[in-house]
Every structure is written in structure tokens, then in C-alpha cells.
């Protein structure tokens, strides 16, 4: 579907940013509800947790399903109005379009409605079942929770009865994603002109987000032998440092009230603020550590563990529809130093003075483990008969006019990091493989 969403005229209740419940899963409730004498609500989920197995292109989506328990415990029963549910995708914006705007930083997304009970209907004291199912496309965000934006899906339903307060249950289901691990390491290789030096990867370009990795790497071309000038010039590695970056974006979008109107119509734009954040969630440096060969075909060979301890809580891949991104590169960081040594004596080694600092970055993908899990039409969950032949589709390809040119923020962030390192003549990689940047 291409139309806008829908966006909740309920949005605006919210009155905090944080949600605890969020954390919680699928199990316990997020809000508070105010006690019924005569019956309560609860719920039951039979679906295996909500895993959404491969990239959002291709995964066929996460199926929920469970049961509404509905517990009258009056003698005489309970005469219900009514008794409806709804899914709603709820995406909170950390640094809202208008700071302190409820209706900026909420954006509520219906993905399901239920009406268990259309009419006034007598329950007799006993527990009454309502099931309820759910396919979520394979399109939609995983739950997630980071410094600019939350993505949360919950669950409501509210049974009204003829008299006292309404019977209500409010939870999060945590939506998660699995994208499989390839069997074999990613390899790559990567020149830096205008050294001689190429080097050789093997690295594992999916990972957990609790997780060590092994990042293989070997330098060629380390040694150059000069017959005119009767040297020998070798490249020596000082120190390799790593670091896995968390890259993380959203588009705050204006409610109406805070949306610029249009000249001519006087209606609000539909208008976004691009919100942007990173952070380093594992680094290491190292001075030693690798095996170096300066025989004349000499390399230098070295295996690197990237640990990801559960202390990083690195957040998982995410791209949706609405411009919320997660992504994460792993940087590893060279410097070699140029030495040479006259062919007749080998062992007179001198530095040239000249030291280079040689970049790569890769990118990886950050996602949940698949567990025991297979995916939904894989296997044989309970499917009610409300399980939408298409289900809906949380669409938001809304042009917003203040997206920032990603060619100029890399630009400028190369730049940036080139003014750390005065000290040595830095090349940028030049990416031989498809993935580079
Ligand atoms: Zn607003």
C-alpha cells in the first residue's frame, strides 16, 4: 500500500517518552489498568516469539497469535457492550520535531483491528476465550529502543461492560529479526596507493549482538626491493586498532500543529527532521599481535577477535519504511611505518620517516539469532480464521525535505577524522570488492 498512515487521533494521551514496558516483551503488561471487580483480562500467546526470519525484502513476516482470556467472576455474569482489540505500530520519536510535543514525538500506526464482541452479549462466570491472530508483514521494523527513536508494537483491548469500568489489557509484543549467518567468512581485499601494500580479509559480515568474531587480515606487499637504488623499503605495522560503529537515524516527522503550512493551501506540509546518532560499541588496540615475514614475498598475516560482550548492547540492523535506520561498520586502522635497508647489508635498517595510517571500513549486520526458530510458514502455529489474506503495510515513503546528502555527510566526516591524524599522509582505501565504501 502507498497511502500515507494513519495516524491515531489517541497519540496524544501519551505522556511519557520512556516506556519500561517495552523491555518487557510479549509477557508482562506496560500499563497499569484500573482494577474491575466483576471480571479482568489477561492473555495467552501461542505462537512462538515473534521472529521475523531474513532482510525486509524477503522475509515473510511474523505471525502472532494467542488468546484473550476473559475472566468473569461475577455470579450472575457480565453483560459486555462490546469487546474490541487493536495492534498498533507506536514509534517514539527521543528528540521530537517540536521538543515536548506529544503529538511530534508519537506516531501511532494501526496494523490490526479485532471485534470479538459486536453487540451486547451476557458471559456466564467462567474464563471466556477470544483467539486472535496477527501476521505481521515481513516489511515492518523489529521492536527496538536507542537514543533517537523506539519502535514498540502494542497491544490493546478493551471490553465494555454495560456497567462499572471498562475491562482493559495493554501489552508490547517484542518483534524481533533474524537474518542468517552466511556459512562462509566474507573475504575482501583492499589496495592503498600509493603503497604496494594490499590487504587480504576474511570476516564474518553477519554477527549477534552478543557475539566474538574472527577478523582474518594479511598485508601483501610489504617489501619492495629498488635494483636502481640497490634498497630494500619495507612496511612495518605499528599498531592496527578496531572499532565496530553504531550508526543510528530517523526522521522526526511535525504533527500538524508543528508542520509549516503550505502558501498556497494553508495546509500543513508533511515535513521531518533527520535525526542522527553514533556510537562506538567495541573497540580494541593493539601493538603486537602479528606475525611479520619480510623475506622478499613477505606478508604480514594477524587474527583478530572482535568481541561484542553484552556490556556494548548493540542494537540489531534495522531499515524501515520511515526512514529509522540502524547500521553498524566494523573500522580498522593501520599504521605502518617505511624503513629500507641497503641490499648489501640487510640488517641496516633505518626508518624513512615516512608513516602511513591505512583505513578499511566493512560493513556488517548486527542481528538476533535464529534460535530454534523457523519461520512462521514453516511450521504449524494455531491460525484463526482473521489472519488477513494481505496484511496491512506500514507505509511511510513521504518525501521530507530536510534529508541531509549522505555524500556530503560522509565527506565531511572523512574530513573530520583526517584532522585527528596530522601526523601521518593518509590514503583512503580503494575498495576492490562490491561492499566498500
Ligand atoms: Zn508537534
Known amino acids: 500500500m502507498t497511502e500515507p498512515p494513519k495516524e491515531k487521533k489517541d497519540a496524544h494521551p501519551h505522556h511519557r517518552i520512556s516506556f519500561p514496558g517495552l523491555h518487557l516483551g510479549g509477557s508482562k503488561a506496560s500499563k497499569e489498568q484500573p482494577q474491575n471487580p466483576y471480571a479482568s483480562l489477561d492473555w495467552k500467546i501461542e ?148 603503497t604496494n601494500i594490499a590487504a587480504s580479509v576474511h570476516f564474518t559480515q553477519v554477527i549477534h549482538p552478543v557475539s566474538t568474531n574472527t577478523f582474518n587480515l594479511r598485508l601483501d606487499g610489504i617489501v619492495k626491493h629498488n635494483p636502481d637504488a640497490k634498497s630494500v623499503e619495507y612496511w612495518k605495522l605499528k599498531r592496527l586498532s578496531w572499532k565496530l560503529e553504531e550508526n543510528m537515524e530517523t526522521v522526526a516527522p511535525a504533527c500538524d500543529k508543528h508542520a509549516p503550512k503550505d502558501a498556497e493551501t494553508g495546509l500543513p506540509t508533511k515535513k521531518g527532521a533527520k535525526r542522527t546518532d553514533a556510537r562506538t560499541i567495541a573497540h580494541a588496540d593493539m601493538h603486537s599481535g602479528w606475525k611479520s615475514d619480510y623475506s622478499p614475498s613477505g606478508c604480514i598475516e594477524m587474527e583478530i577477535q572482535c568481541a561484542l560482550p553484552p556490556s556494548a548492547k548493540a542494537a540489531c540492523d534495522i531499515k524501515s519504511r520511515d526512514g529509522t535506520e540502524v547500521t553498524h561498520q566494523l573500522v580498522v586502522e593501520m599504521v605502518v611505518v617505511q624503513e629500507y635497508a641497503p641490499t648489501a647489508h640487510p640488517k641496516h635498517i633505518t626508518p624513512t620517516g615516512v608513516a602511513r595510517i591505512l583505513r578499511m571500513h566493512f560493513g556488517v549486520v548486527v542481528t538476533e539469532r535464529a534460535g530454534l526458530g523457523v519461520s512462521w510458514d514453516n511450521e504449524a502455529p494455531p491460525i484463526y480464521q482473521d489472519v488477513p489474506p494481505s496484511p496491512p503495510s506500514y507505509s511511510c515513503d513521504v518525501p521530507y525535505e530536510s534529508v541531509e546528502d549522505l555524500t556530503l555527510a560522509r565527506q565531511s566526516q572523512d574530513i573530520g577524522s583526517r584532522a585527528q591524524s596530522p601526523a601521518y599522509e593518509e590514503h583512503p582505501p580503494f575498495p576492490l570488492s562490491p561492499d566498500g565504501h
Open 47 to 194: 505462537s512462538p516469539p515473534a521472529v521475523m526470519h531474513g532482510d525486509p525484502e524477503n522475509s515473510t513476516g511474523a505471525l502472532v497469535s494467542g488468546q484473550l482470556l476473559l475472566d468473569v467472576k461475577e455470579e450472575d455474569g457480565l453483560e459486555v457492550e462490546k469487546f474490541e482489540g487493536h495492534l498498533d505500530i507506536h514509534v517514539i520519536q527521543k528528540r521530537p520535531f517540536a521538543g515536548h510535543c506529544q503529538s511530534c514525538s508519537n506516531q501511532v500506526t494501526q496494523l490490526k483491528t479485532w471485534t470479538f464482541l459486536s453487540e451486547p452479549t451476557l458471559l456466564s462466570k467462567r474464563i471466556h476465550e477470544f483467539p486472535f491472530s496477527v501476521l505481521l508483514d515481513g516489511h515492518l521494523p523489529a521492536s527496538t529502543d536507542n537514543s533517537i527513536v523506539a519502535i514498540r508494537y502494542d497491544f490493546t483491548a478493551e471490553a465494555t461492560p454495560k456497567t462499572g469500568p471498562a475491562i482493559k489489557i495493554a501489552k508490547t509484543i517484542d518483534v524481533k529479526r533474524s537474518v542468517q549467518v552466511p556459512e562462509i567468512p566474507h573475504h575482501s581485499i583492499r589496495i592503498f596507493p600509493p
